[in-house]
């Protein structure tokens, strides 16, 4: 399984966002899509997730200025970032977590990947 981010870049405090993740690869399904963050010296924390029924989970922080949407028809997630703040600067990376495929088209061994990371940094 391979994701693919894009969408990074620099923004003014206040100015709006857009990170995208795209999976390709063999597997038998996605159950869970997400977006994480880390900066230098810091663990990498979750910033938002979506299920394959649509069910989201935010970080406080991010909360009602973040959006995540996934179209599990193009396995793809897009985080929709607004009111971004100087403490949003990271390396956002998209994660996946779901199924290989098994015999007979069942689910195999799960899987968690992640993609390569994009750097988003906000100037105050």
């Known amino acids: 399984v391979q994701l693919q981010a894009s969408g990074g870049g620099l923004v003014q405090a206040g100015g709006s966002l857009r990170l995208s993740c795209a999976a390709s690869?063999?597997?038998?399904?996605?159950?869970?899509m997400g977006w994480y963050r880390q900066t230098p010296g810091k663990q990498r924390e979750l910033v938002a997730q979506?299920?394959?029924?649509?069910?989201?989970n935010y970080a406080a922080s991010v909360k009602d200025r973040f959006t995540i949407t996934r179209d599990s028809a193009k396995n793809t997630v897009d985080l929709n970032m607004n009111s971004l703040k100087p403490e949003d600067d990271a390396v956002y990376y998209c994660?996946?977590?779901?199924?290989?495929?098994?015999?007979?088209?069942?689910?195999?061994?799960?899987?968690?990947?992640w993609g390569q990371g994009t750097l988003v940094t906000v100037s105050s």
């Open positions: 994660n996946a977590v779901g199924f290989l495929i098994g015999k007979g088209w069942s689910d195999g061994r799960n899987f968690n990947y």
């Open positions: 979506i299920s394959s029924e649509g069910n989201t």
């Open positions: 690869g063999s597997y038998r399904r996605i159950t869970m």
